[in-house]
Structure formats: C-alpha cells, structure tokens
C-alpha cells in the first residue's frame, strides 16, 4: 500500500492497553445528543433527540448518493471508516464520483484498521481498490507499536485472538479506533452496517450517535440487501474480494472468518460458533474500560506481592 494517498500509523506514545488509562472525554449533556472529541478544536456536532428522529424519518426513504451528498455537507471532519467490504466498497464508490462532481468539497478519506491478521486477498484488494480510486486518501492504522504479526506476537504471544478476545479486540482494533478518531478529529464517520445483516444490526437506524466516543455513525446503505449491494458492486465494476466467491459473504481477520452456508445470516461466519457477532469497534467502551481497570488492579496486585513494604493494600484498592 505504498501511495502518496496513504497514511499510515501503529505508534502512540503511549497505549492504553499498557498503562492502563483510557481516554474517554465524550459527553452527552442531559437532553442533547451531542459528538464531539477530547480533542479542543473539533467541530462541535450536537442533535437535540427531536432533531435526529426528524433527520432519520427524512433519510429513511432516500437513496443512498442522496444520503451521502446530504451529509457531506451537514457534518464536517466526514471520513468513511471500512475493512473493505461489499458495502463499503459501494460507499467508496459513490463518494468517489461525488468527488469528481464537487471536486472543491470537503474530501472523505478513508480510515482502514490493519489488525494484521486480515486475509491476504484483503490486503490484495486494498491495493486494487488504490489503483482504481486515485482520488481518494487511505488512512491505515495498526496496533500500537508493532507493524508485523511476528512483532505482535513477540509483545502478546501466538494466538491471542483464542487466549485472550477481549484483549486481543482492545489492542487488535478499538485502541487503534479511538486514536484514529483522535488524531484525525473524526467528528462523524460513514459506516457499512444494514439491517439485513442480522443481529444487532437489524434496528440501526441511518444516524446513530456514540455517545462514548464522541462520535456521529452514518450508515448510508441501511436499507439495502446483499443482493442489492452485490448488484451495484457489478453493474458498475467494483473491485471486491475474491473470497467472496468462495462463499465468504462478511470478512474479517482470517482467523475468525468462515465461509456462510446456504439460509444463514450473512454475518455468520464471524466468529462462528461464539457467542459473538461485532467485535467491540461498534459496541459500547464500557466493557473495554472495565476490562482495563480489572488489568490495572490485577497489575496492582502483582506490584504488591513482588514489593510488599513499597506498596500498601490501601493502595491496591484504590488502583
């Protein structure tokens, strides 16, 4: 993915994961529904709840280029955050040639999160995807501090997406989220989810607000189907992943991604047989930060067996 269109960053100064601090500034005031950033200088988005029902019954109906051109100019700091699926991939489409209509408007870069363990024809189509939309700017980010699986596994051993799934989402995807969100001040972002993918997906509504982490979710392909998607990917010549004619219909790491069988919900090859189906990039933090806290206890707890007369019990509870 070498292009003067790519960004690409694994290094924070320091991560969460390892000092046990998590970053979450984002509020929401009572009767607002608001997004904003840590970040002092983001453009402040807030939507009385009146005001966002008003602005979903409105785009309900609307087709998905009228979705996309309207948010564009409604929202600022707009990117698209996607692992390059069929959905993404008819997102990424359409802004493309919204971007050649408007070539003066605010552009919408993507943000990709290089977990490392992709499928090796992902990585392969990110770079088919490049070459056909030269127009377009790729942010990638990786886990914090290591740039290869064999660096990652030195730092969190092998197979920590079995040892240990909370950890291995918190490092893998969501500490990368959050510091793309900051670096770039992401104010909204367009997403890939639709109802017809089952599970808890199947009430989203076109905008949603994470109030946690400060920012706004559009997904303007809410309505469609898989066939529809499919459709507009070869109608219009979309590059996509080869693995999808090979039965894959939702991808994502290789190593909790399986084919899906005839009748079966389109993301059920995620982490077949879990009792799973998103990763923690669109669940609520709060399971994150607890799990963090519970680290930062634990490590406590350690310090203190190993050093007894330099830290207290007092000291332990308070951590």
């Not at 707009?78 to 959905?87: D, H, I, N, S």
């Not at 459709?231 to 992943?241: C, G, K, L, T």
């Not at 009748?263 to 933090?285: F, L, M, P």
């Not at 490590?299 to 509870?317: D, F, G, I, N, Y």
Request: with cysteine.
């Amino acid at each position: 993915m070498a292009s003067e269109q790519v960004s690409q960053t694994s290094t924070r100064a320091s991560s969460p994961k390892l000092d046990g601090k998590f970053d979450d500034n984002a509020s929401v005031d009572s009767g607002f529904a608001s997004a904003n950033s840590s970040t002092a200088n983001l453009p402040l988005i807030s939507l009385t709840k009146p005001h966002l029902d008003h602005l979903n019954k409105q785009l309900e109906n609307m087709e998905a280029l009228d979705i996309l051109r309207f948010c564009k100019t409604l929202f600022p700091n707009l990117f698209q955050t996607t692992a390059f699926g069929l959905t993404g991939l008819v997102t990424l489409d359409m802004l493309s040639k919204l971007a050649k209509e408007s070539p003066d408007a605010a552009p919408v870069d993507l943000i990709f999160l290089d977990t490392l363990y992709h499928f090796k024809e992902t990585y392969a189509l990110v770079d088919r995807v490049q070459e056909r939309y030269p127009n377009i700017r790729l942010h990638v980010f990786k886990p914090a501090d290591v740039s290869t699986v064999e660096e990652f596994e030195n730092v969190y051993g092998e197979k920590l997406y079995e040892t240990s799934e909370e950890l291995y989402d918190w490092i893998a995807k969501v500490e990368p989220q959050n510091r793309a969100y900051q670096d770039l001040k992401v104010a909204a972002v367009f997403t890939g989810r639709r109802r017809s993918q089952g599970g808890a997906r199947g009430s989203i509504p076109v905008i949603e607000l994470d109030e946690e982490r400060g920012i706004v979710k559009i997904n303007p392909l809410v309505n469609w189907s898989f066939q529809q998607v499919k459709a507009y990917i070869d109608e219009h010549n979309v590059p996509y992943n080869e693995l999808l004619d090979r039965g894959y219909k939702s991808i994502g790491d290789w190593h909790s991604t399986s084919p899906v069988a005839a009748g079966e919900d389109e993301r059920a090859g995620r982490w077949k047989g879990k009792n799973k189906t998103e990763c923690g990039i669109h669940n609520k933090q709060s399971r994150y930060a607890q799990f963090l806290s519970e680290n930062a206890k634990k490590q406590a707890l350690a310090a203190a067996v190993a050093a007894p007369a330099l830290v207290t019990p007092a000291e332990v509870v308070q951590a």
